[in-house]
Structure formats: C-alpha cells, structure tokens
C-alpha cells in the first residue's frame, strides 16, 4: 500500500493562508462540544444513551482537534491555544449566558438595534492582518450568525413562538425518528436557499447604495477591499456554490494536490488583494439571514408539520 507524506501549507506557496494561533476550528470544536456534553448532562435520556453520545462527542471533538494538527494546518500550541479559548469560550457563555436571555428577552427595539450596533461595530473594529487571508471573512461570518440568531430569539419572544410556550408537540417512538431524519435535510435546504436567495439580491442592491452614502458622507474601508466610487459590477466568485467532486474525478484530484506540491502555485483570486467593500455586508446580511431561519424560521416550519421541536 503507498503512503503520501503530508506536505504543510506552507510548501505551496501560500502559507499566509494559515490561520496560526489559535486554532480556531478546535475553538470551536471544544466550545460546542462542551456546550452539547452540558445539554446531554441535563437531558433526562438513559445512562447507556448518555455515554455513547459522550464518546461521539469525545470521537468527533479529538479528530478535529488532531486532525489540523496532523494534517500540517496548526502546530501543537496553535492546538493546544483553540483548546484552551474554546474552554473560556464556554465559561463566559456559562457566566454571562443567563443575563444574556434576559436581554433578548426584551421584548423593546432596543434589543435588536442594540445587538445590530454591537455586531457591526465588532466586524469593524476587527484587526487588519498583515497580508491577506480569510480570518476576516469568517469573523465575519461567525458575528453575523450571531446576530442573525439573537433577533431570531428576539422575534419569538416577541411574537409568541416561545420555546417553553409556542414548540408543545411531542413525538414517541418511530414518529420522533422519522421526523429527525425529515428535518434535518428540510432544515439545511432552509438554510442553503436563504443563502441563494440573499446573497445575489446584496451583491445588486448594496454597491449603488453604497456610492450614494459615498457622496454624503465618508465611509470606513478596509485596506485590501475597492471602494464601490472605483467599480461597476460586484459578482464576487467566492459566492458560487462549487460542485462536489466526483468519485471518478478523485484520482485526477489527487494527482494535482502532488502536483501542486511540487510547483509554487500562484495565489487563489479570492485572496488576490482584490475584495469589494459590498462583500462584507453581503456576507452580514446573508449570515445574520442564515442564522435567523436557523433559530426561528425551520422551528415554526417543524412545529406546523406536526413534527415538533424537539
């Protein structure tokens, strides 16, 4: 059997595309490891249901963990850091989380303006790197979902959609099977459409608006995007969903990949030095969409079906 030695990002000529410490897909991992390991904690399902959901959870959390590692993505420390700041990441939600229902529970405008103002004011204030790479678009990404998810709870708090009040059906048996196995693809294509759908409306509707503003008032850029006074049409290529390969395409893959290792290749168009300053709103609203579907929107669409939310 032939083995292929890693080659590490940083053999390809683009090794400013490594996100360094910390890692943040093991902050994440970790973070909502911890966060399902307390639901599970709370849940009133057997001991032998309990323990072998604790070792998926220890399985899926240590592969991801591991996996950048090995892989050549992170070194040890960038692990060991994403470790350790998805563990405060969860002690803060641990502390803070219960006054942070009681805000959203407001039912005021406050609380969505409020929560809106935080979000954006936090994407901008986020710390230009030195050379172009895609930790600001995931921040990005993760704020806006953020925000799409507060005022999701915001609007079912205010409107009636409750969880302990609106979310009464429960299924037994076969039925509660059934109806996992039916919401999970209705809820994802809920999500995938959301995205289809903002994303192109954005991409026309925000550079004229934004060469509007311009002329009243003078507004903030980021170094490595173009102004909207400086083009006239905004298709970011990013945004196309690409296909997934084929099985008989992977050994064609494969054979690039050791190619690629071999030869600097030049650097991918998304991180060029080329972005538009409507890509990051687009990306806001369209996140912020995805998150408030994800949080309000496919519950309400479960419990008018009959399958219930839980």
């Known amino acids: 059997m032939e083995i292929h030695s890693l080659t590490h990002i940083a ?81 803060t939600r641990s ?34 790197p030195a050379e172009d790479n895609p930790a600001f678009e995931d921040s990005v990404a993760f704020i806006s979902v953020f925000l799409g998810n507060g005022i999701g709870e915001w609007f079912a708090n205010t409107n009636g959609y409750g969880h302990s009040t609106y979310f009464v059906t429960k299924l037994q048996g076969w039925e509660w099977y059934l109806a996992s196995l039916l919401k999970y693809p209705l809820g994802v294509g809920m999500i995938f459409l959301t995205r289809l759908l903002t994303k192109p409306f954005m991409q026309v509707s925000l550079p004229p608006m934004f060469r509007l503003l311009h002329r009243v008032v003078t507004l903030p850029n980021r170094r490595e995007f173009v102004p909207a006074t400086e083009y006239t049409d905004y298709r970011n290529s990013n945004d196309k969903l690409d296909p997934v390969p084929s099985v008989v395409d992977l050994r064609q893959l494969q054979q690039r990949k050791e190619d690629a290792a071999q030869t600097p290749q030049p650097l991918p168009e998304r991180f060029s030095g080329r972005h538009y300053d409507a890509e990051v709103m687009t990306r806001v609203v369209a996140y912020a969409a995805m998150g408030f579907v994800g949080t309000i929107v496919s519950p309400i669409v479960f419990e008018k079906l009959g399958w219930g939310l839980y």
């Open 11 to 91: 053999g390809m000529g683009t090794s400013h595309l490594e996100y360094g410490f910390p890692s943040t897909h093991s902050t994440t991992a970790v973070a909502q490891a911890l966060v399902l390991k307390q639901w599970l904690d709370e849940s009133d399902m057997s001991d032998t249901v309990k323990v072998g959901l604790h070792l998926l959870l220890i399985i899926a959390t240590s592969s991801v963990v591991f996996g950048r590692f090995y892989c050549g993505m992170h070194s040890s420390l960038d692990c060991i850091g994403g470790v350790i700041t998805g563990y405060l990441i969860y002690t």
């Open 95 to 128: 502390l803070f989380g219960p006054s942070y229902q009681v805000f959203i529970s407001n039912t005021s405008w406050f609380t969505p303006l409020s929560l809106t103002v935080v979000c954006l004011y936090a994407i901008h204030a986020h710390v230009e």
